[in-house]
């Protein structure tokens, strides 16, 4: 039902409980009905480039949903109960108002992607550590200053995204402990002026962004990086 100037979808659509896949994307939808309950089987939830400002709380009821895409919306904050999503694999959250990181977002243990990119985020809180299951974390195009150094608890991340999301240069040898275990890194458009040399220990790195800094020249122990 994508693409279809929806601006409201009817309750009677938590009846249909053996559907595993919904998508309302590019729509007018303001708000969902409360009986999303009913779609008990349901694996995959599209509504990005809507005009959603909450999600109801009969959302944290599905169980089995594995993917949720609600990016391009208007949503501020995330109702604590969204934290029992206990299937959510993948997150999609990007392009929203919400200024402080939800921490119901930390108890979905079985996250393995999150896209918080271009929110007003300043910071993270210490409770991102226990997304110990993690291995995408987008925040590009916000407004970070600092990260916590629990995120050296996700063993499994792998893949982090940065440009364009750091109010002022990081002190790597405390924010950045993550990047030890890292293979991508995209640290383009922020506000460094010298190489990090802390990312010369990030023997793991397979691609580096660091495009769009004042950085004016390079180390030459870039050899260390294997």
Known sequence: ???????????????????????????????LPDTLDGLSSLTELSMQGNQLEELPRSLSQLTRLGSLFV????????DDSFGNLSGLW???????????FPLAICRLSTLVVLNLFGNGLSSLPDEIG????????????????????????????RYIFLSLSLSLSLSLSHSL??????????????????????????????????????????????????
């Open 1 to 31: 039902m994508a693409d279809n100037n929806l601006s409201q979808i009817a309750p009677e659509i938590g009846r249909l409980s053996s559907l595993t896949r919904l998508v309302l994307s590019r729509n007018e939808l303001k708000q």
């Open 71 to 78: 990016s391009q919306n208007r949503l501020t904050s995330l």
């Open 90 to 100: 993948n997150l999609e959250l990007g392009g929203n108002n919400i200024s402080v």
């Open 130 to 157: 226990q997304l110990t299951s993690l291995q995408r974390l987008h925040l590009s195009y916000n407004y970070l200053s600092t990260l916590p150094t629990t995120l050296s608890s996700l063993g499994a991340l």
């Open 177 to 226: 402990i993550i990047l030890f275990i890292s293979r991508d890194l995209h640290l383009a458009g922020n506000r460094f002026t010298s190489f990090p040399l802390e990312i010369l220990g990030c023997h793991n790195l397979r691609e580096l962004s660091l495009a769009d800094n004042d950085i004016p020249s390079l180390p030459q122990d870039l050899s260390s990086i294997e």
